[in-house]
């Protein structure tokens, strides 16, 4: 059994940063790829980045340039680094875990909320 442990939301204002935390309490973390989603009031959930064990990344076309997903193997950990946000990023962020092999192994995080607001 896995489970996700968000952290790191907030309120912040327009042009600020803010860092997502996700540890992944479980057992083989190199088997999952590790994402980001994110699910604004009225809309569906949708992703926003997506890193292997070895590190390669992707990204929704609206965060490229101004977000980025890292992971640390060694502390089971992912982070989401926003930078630049603006209000159209204000939304409930959750973290995915999706195995590599078995595509019905699938887990998430229980959110964090991030508001960007004056």
């Known amino acids: 059994q896995v489970q996700l442990v968000e952290s790191g939301g907030g309120l912040v204002q327009p042009g600020g940063s803010l860092r997502l935390s996700c540890v992944f309490w479980?057992?083989?973390?190199?088997?999952?790829?590790m994402g980001w989603y994110r699910q604004a009031p009225g809309k569906q959930r949708e992703l926003v980045a997506r890193?292997?064990?070895?590190?390669?990344?992707m990204y929704a076309d609206l965060v490229k340039g101004r977000f980025t997903i890292s992971r640390d193997n060694a502390k089971t950990t992912v982070y989401l680094q926003m930078n630049s946000l603006g209000p159209e990023d204000t939304a409930v962020y959750y973290c995915?875990?999706?195995?590599?092999?078995?595509?019905?192994?699938?887990?998430w995080g229980q959110g964090t909320q991030v508001t960007v607001s004056l």
């Open positions: 890193i292997t064990f070895g590190g390669s990344s």
């Open positions: 479980g057992n083989n973390f190199n088997y999952y790829v």
């Open positions: 995915n875990a999706g195995h590599l092999v078995r595509e019905t192994v699938n887990y």
